[in-house]
Structure formats: C-alpha cells, structure tokens
C-alpha cells in the first residue's frame, strides 16, 4: 500500500462542467505530480506542484490548473471540461523533488465527459 | 517520432518463461530510466530505477540500458501469473527534471 489516496475514484461529468480532482499525498511528501493517462496511453505529464509553488507544467492548456496545501495534499482542477479529457487521472508524490526512485502513485480518478 | 516508443503487445506467455520487455528513445538526454507495473484499475508501481548503461538486479527483475543505442528492457524471469499487467517504461532528463516521459505500455498476460 503507497500511502497516496485519490478522491473521488469515479466521476461522470458532461461537457462544459467544472471537476475538482484531489489527492492526499504519501506521508512527510513535498512533492505531487499530476499525469493524465488516457485508455491505452502511458501517462502524459500535466504539472507538479512541490512546496506549495507549481514548478513544471506539461503540455496542457491552462484550463487545468492546481492547488497544493501545506499539509502536501493536492487538487487538479479541470475547467470547460472536452469529451478527450476523458481519462485516468493520477498523482504521485514523492520525498523530495529528486527522489524519483520513491515516487509512489496514487490509485487514480477515473473521469467521464459526456 | 515519439520521444519514447514501446510495443504495446499484448504479449501472452506460458508461466515459467522469461519475459523481455523493451523501449526505444530519440533524445539521448535521458538520463534516469524505470519500469513501471500497472495493474488493472490501479496506478503504476515502480519496479526499477536505473541511470548508468549496464544492467541492474531485483529477484526475477533485470533492467538493462544501452544508452549508445538508446535502448532499455527488463526481463522477467520464471515469469508467473501474478505477473499479468501493463508495463509502462519511464525516463527522465535528470533528477531536478519535473516530468516522467512515458511509454505507452506492454499489456502481458502469464497464463498457468
């Protein structure tokens, strides 16, 4: 058990809505890492958020946006939501920014635009 | 081209076989490279980190790296059922670089 848990673990939403993603990190974590990984895709890269400060943003138009807290735990914001952002969502955290070889993902957030 | 490209399979083995998984890369930046495991409806477990070219140990796990020829695999060894999942190649440019560059995965199936 990784230790990082994602809320909710399914959601169903139509086009044009709003969706908030969260994601509790693995205990003493700075860093969260959020990808999104569409069916039978690897993992895209969309942000990393470490310390609170978001340092690294992949290719992904600024509707989607985060927030860290300073308990580490994080939340993907998704605005104007497309039928394509239909996807696994998932965060990973990790000890520090370089630790990459204890990066632990969480369970993921399945999504549904309809 | 793809920054990283792996065969998505699926690959189906008897149990017992030795399993070779493989990912191929253009920019020869890459430095850090790992083995992910993705069960189905989980996230990705990390398998294998490794940076130098050469091969690396874990139980029936070896991550091998040729990076002359930008080339990774990982084989399995007395492959078992419980095997049975996707796995995902990852690679970064260093260990201050933010993003993960995935492959797309190799679905395998390790029938009794």
């Known amino acids: 058990e990784t230790g990082v848990t994602q809320s909710p673990t399914h959601l169903i939403k139509t086009r044009g809505q709003q969706v908030t993603l969260r994601c509790s990190s693995q205990?003493?974590?700075?860093?969260v890492s959020w990808y999104q990984q569409a069916l039978g895709q690897g993992p895209q890269f969309i942000f990393q958020?470490?310390?609170?400060?978001?340092?690294g943003r992949g290719n992904f138009p600024p509707r989607f946006s985060g927030l860290q807290f300073p308990n580490y735990s994080s939340e993907l914001n998704v605005n104007a939501l497309e039928l394509d952002d239909s996807a696994l969502y998932l965060c990973?955290?990790?000890?520090?920014?370089?630790?990459?070889?204890?990066?632990?993902f969480g369970p993921g957030t399945r999504l549904t635009v309809l | 081209q793809k920054e990283v490209e792996q065969d998505p399979g699926p690959l189906s083995v008897p149990e017992g076989a030795i399993v070779s998984l493989n990912c191929t890369y253009s920019?020869?930046?890459?430095?850090?490279f790992m083995w992910y495991r993705q069960y189905s409806r989980k996230g990705p477990e990390l398998l294998m980190y490794t940076y130098s070219s050469g091969n690396k140990e874990d139980g029936r796990f070896t991550a091998q790296v040729d990076k002359s020829s930008k080339y990774i695999s990982l084989f399995i060894r007395d492959s078992q059922p419980s095997d049975s999942a996707t796995y995902l190649c990852?690679?970064?440019?260093?260990?201050?670089?933010?993003?993960?560059?995935f492959g797309k995965g190799t679905t395998l199936s390790v029938s009794s």
């Open positions: 990852a690679m970064i440019f260093n260990q201050a670089g933010t993003a993960l560059i």
């Open positions: 958020y470490y310390r609170e400060e978001e340092n």
């Open positions: 920019n020869s930046a890459f430095q850090y």
């Open positions: 990973a955290s990790r000890r520090e920014r370089e630790a990459y070889n204890e990066q632990f």
């Open positions: 205990s003493g974590h700075n860093t």
